[in-house]
């Protein structure tokens, strides 16, 4: 951070204390490093964060904030050149690897026959949504009520109502057949997490990655 006269190179996120005239300026080029921003409550910090990522944004830059607590939501730019995406984040069930939701899913690492079970559970229940979506020019949502309907016909019974939903049920029936040649317990377990994991997170079909919101709002 530093103070000019020069504006252009940087942003400007307001005056120094006593000398409107002299305006304080963030370096664009240094943001690329850490930065750490303190401050005791009520000192500022969100306000000078939220000025920080406008400025930027309307440089032309993209700018994401995890607000994890909530003090952006509703933030609105000085710039009508600006695109403000308000975006709730979710795990893509189908576009999220599948290691890393079988890590979601299961934690232990220990728990290898388990992981071991879900792995092939999603790996085939995410093939047949992609397959189903790509061949009808659906969304993943629309795929799994697709796939879903088929399998009530089939079996005359499921009780789930939302997409989400039904993926869980549809996951938890590769499951079992996962886990007809392996033990009892292990199949058991892997419901209860899979049930578990719906419970306590928040999961789409249809969530977009990060990185697509940001390119949408350039």
């Not at 400025?55 to 994890?68: E, K, T, W």
């Not at 292990?186 to 390119?215: M, R, Y």
Request: hydrophobic share 40%; net charge neutral.
């Amino acid at each position: 951070m530093y103070s000019t006269s020069r504006p252009e190179r940087g942003v400007k996120i307001g005056s120094l204390l006593g000398f409107g005239e002299l305006d304080v300026v963030v370096d664009v080029n240094a943001l690329a490093k850490h930065l750490l921003v303190v401050g005791t409550t009520g000192s500022g910090k969100s306000n000078f964060v939220a000025i920080l990522a406008d400025r930027v944004a309307q440089l032309g830059g993209s700018v994401v904030v995890f607000d994890v607590h909530g003090e952006y939501r509703g933030l609105k730019s000085e710039s009508g050149r600006v695109h403000v995406v308000d975006y709730e984040a979710a795990i893509n069930l189908v576009k999220t690897p599948i290691e890393m939701l079988v890590k979601f899913i299961i934690p232990e690492s220990a728990a290898t026959k388990q992981r071991r079970l879900l792995r092939s559970a999603l790996r085939r229940l995410n093939e047949e949504v992609v397959k189903v979506a790509t061949e009808n020019r659906l969304p993943y949502s629309e795929a799994v009520k697709r796939i879903y309907a088929e399998e009530r016909k089939r079996k005359g019974q499921g009780q789930a109502e939302t997409p989400d939903e039904m993926y869980r049920e549809l996951l938890k029936k590769h499951v079992e057949e996962a886990g007809r040649n392996s033990g009892e317990r292990s199949v058991a377990d892997v419901l209860d997490k899979v049930d578990d994991f719906f419970e306590w997170h928040l999961v789409g079909l249809d969530t977009p990655n990060v990185s697509e919101i940001v390119g949408w709002s350039c």
